[in-house]
């Protein structure tokens, strides 16, 4: 039952943690000693951050289900709160009912707004757990090679390297030969972002972005000491 997280976080800060690359060089486990943590997909795989276990878990993608379910049903140590879409049967898992829409949940028990990206829907189970503060880390926003040759939004085909993820444990982020969906950047950040930066300024907060290099132009930048130091 989603309804058990209303607000459960009122005031306080958590982190978002992206796929990308810099991932690698980001002090995960500092920041995850003070602040909630939401991940996605298959931040299991990090060979950086092995032992990395998130307070909250989202997996929205139909494609990338098909990878990730496999995984959490063979580690149940992996003990995150689990939010999957409402009509996939995982055990321990929180239903989320998707729309496909420009918008911004205020009740993610009614419904979430896909936005382009996983952490969209992290977003907005933020604010719905009442944080009003959002760091996110890992958020490059550049798919140098998915993004190629091909419409934002399309289904791809993965093969050779993944430049576009963090290092994985045992194989690319991407399993070769797997059928994906390719990222939609610009619209995520015409139309969804800006209502996220909205939402957490009208609740008194901001989303701050310490992603180094981030090709994110919406939110707020910061540097990590600015949030690790005691």
């Not at 307070?55 to 049903?73: A, H, R, S």
């Not at 030969?177 to 907060?205: C, D, H």
């Not at 994110?216 to 930048?221: D, G, I, L, M």
């Amino acid at each position: 039952m989603i309804q058990q997280f209303k607000d459960i976080h009122k005031g306080e800060t958590c982190v978002i943690v992206g796929n990308g690359p810099s991932l690698d060089v980001t002090p995960l486990e500092e920041l995850a000693e003070k602040y909630a943590t939401f991940a996605a997909n298959k931040i299991y795989a990090s060979a950086v951050h092995p032992d990395f276990d998130p307070t909250y878990w989202t997996c929205i993608d139909e494609m990338m289900l098909t990878d990730c379910v496999p995984y959490l049903l063979a580690h149940p140590e992996f003990m995150a709160e689990r939010f999957i879409p409402r009509n996939v049967p995982l055990a321990r898992a929180h239903g989320l009912t998707l729309e496909v829409a420009i918008g911004f949940s205020r009740n993610a028990a009614e419904k979430v707004f896909i936005g382009g990206t996983v952490t969209y829907v992290n977003l907005q189970l933020a604010r719905y757990m009442g944080f009003t503060t959002a760091l996110l880390v890992g958020v490059d926003h550049r798919y140098s090679k998915a993004a190629a040759n091909g419409k934002p939004g399309s289904r791809m085909i993965a093969e050779g390297d993944d430049p576009d993820h963090f290092q994985s444990r045992d194989r690319a982020y991407f399993t070769a030969g797997r059928i994906y969906n390719r990222p939609e950047l610009g619209a995520v950040e015409r139309y969804f972002f800006p209502l996220a930066k909205q939402e957490f300024n009208t609740a008194g907060g901001k989303v701050v972005n310490l992603t180094p290099n981030s090709a994110e132009q919406v939110f707020e930048k910061g540097k990590f000491e600015q949030w690790t130091a005691s």
